[in-house]
């Protein structure tokens, strides 16, 4: 079961309370939209991680990149940005970084050379082997104090609500990779 002390229910319900949208407000309070919520759950944990990654020299998205690398053998780099959620240019200026310590190794693709593949380096393995029991550390933390089962079914319930999402019709064409962090909302 979740530890939610008093004081943190009490905060939330004062928030809820405050930012409620009145009535003829054209849209919710800034504090209650979603892409915000969700923002604010993503700085609650990457504030965990981030000491970790700061001393092993590493930027969220450096870290980011190197473990969607390590899930795979090599992809495009095209890929890459979808699977990591980074816009092209940061990208390209993350893998300079990274490639010129050693973690990743490019290549162009045969057939077209305009094309680039990414892998992780042997070192890039390494350093994710490295930081690996840090980060799990973390995510050992987060379940005792959230509740494992609860942190299960929050996995669970967003990569259902992704997936729910995924069905909508883009009003705009906007692409999913649009804005590395999200927007307001």
Do not use: C
Not at 43 to 66: K, Y
Not at 73 to 86: C, N
């Amino acid at each position: 079961m979740p530890r939610r002390t008093t004081a943190t229910s009490r905060r939330a319900s004062i928030a809820t309370q405050r930012d409620a949208a009145g009535p003829g407000e054209p849209m919710r309070a800034f504090s209650r939209s979603l892409p915000m919520a969700l923002l604010r759950a993503r700085e609650a944990v990457m504030r965990h991680f981030r000491p970790t990654l700061r001393r092993h020299g590493l930027t969220e998205q450096q870290w980011r990149i190197l473990r969607a690398l390590s899930s795979v053998d090599d992809v495009e780099v095209t890929e890459l940005a979808r699977m990591a959620y980074l816009l092209g240019p940061s990208l390209s200026r993350i893998l300079r970084d990274l490639e010129a310590r050693g973690l990743v190794a490019r290549r162009a693709v045969a057939t077209d050379l305009r094309r680039g593949t990414v892998s992780i380096t042997a070192k890039g393995r390494n350093l994710i082997a490295t930081v690996a029991p840090y980060s799990e550390s973390v995510y050992a933390r987060v379940a005792d104090r959230y509740g494992a089962a609860e942190l299960a079914r929050l996995q669970a319930m967003l990569a259902d609500f992704e997936a729910a999402l995924a069905t909508l019709p883009d009003p705009d064409g906007a692409s999913e990779a649009d804005g590395e962090d999200g927007s307001d909302g």
